[in-house]
């Protein structure tokens, strides 16, 4: 009878264990997505899907330009959700044939995130494919990637991207593929 009670004893022990790691498990998957959120995701899957890129990408882009804050403006003057510089949406606009107008219109989440996937295809067509290589243009300006790969302080097909010169821009690139890494593992 012992035997029994303690059989008995150790399978509810084992019941309550499993359900509670179950449990956790499951919470700590809603703390990720609360920190790794999908935000904007219509506009996100939406030009993802035009401009043929992985929208997780994107959702990591705009967690490590703005954290989902569409009115964030950067001591460069980057603005909105992808950190658009002026410049950079007046051309994009121009070429897309699109009405743009300066100042408030970038903090518009469907136009800042149009012109920011656009933007970053634009940069991954131009650097072979390689994502990597196209964020770091992202953030340090295509002039800044070119001068590297010329110079050979990087090589054009991303494979020492750790010799980015710019501190900024080394950190960025890792965060962003961080949080890629992470994006797809919670949002398979």
Not at 6 to 12: A, F, N
Not at 27 to 43: G, H, L, S, T
Not at 86 to 95: H, M, Q
Request: net charge negative; charged share 25%; aromatic share 14%.
């Amino acid at each position: 009878m012992k035997k029994k009670k303690m059989i008995g004893i150790i399978c509810i022990i084992l019941i309550v264990v499993f359900f509670t790691l179950f449990k956790v498990i499951k919470i700590q998957d809603v703390v990720y997505k609360y920190f790794y959120p999908i935000k904007y995701e219509a506009y996100v899957y939406k030009y993802s899907k035009m401009y043929g890129v992985d929208p997780l990408l994107i959702f990591s882009i705009i967690k490590a330009e703005s954290n989902f804050n569409e009115k964030v403006v950067s001591s460069s003057g980057a603005v909105g959700l992808m950190q658009i510089m002026e410049s950079t949406a007046e051309e994009i606009a121009e070429d897309l044939d699109i009405k743009y107008v300066k100042g408030e219109t970038l903090y518009d989440p469907e136009l800042n995130i149009m012109i920011g996937v656009n933007y970053y295809t634009r940069l991954i067509k131009a650097y072979n494919n390689d994502s990597s290589i196209a964020l770091a243009a992202y953030n340090a300006g295509i002039g800044n990637v070119d001068d590297w790969i010329e110079n050979e302080v990087i090589k054009d097909d991303g494979s020492d991207l750790e010799n980015i010169p710019f501190n900024e821009t080394n950190n960025y690139v890792r965060k962003t593929l961080r949080n890629y890494k992470i994006y797809k593992e919670l949002y398979k």
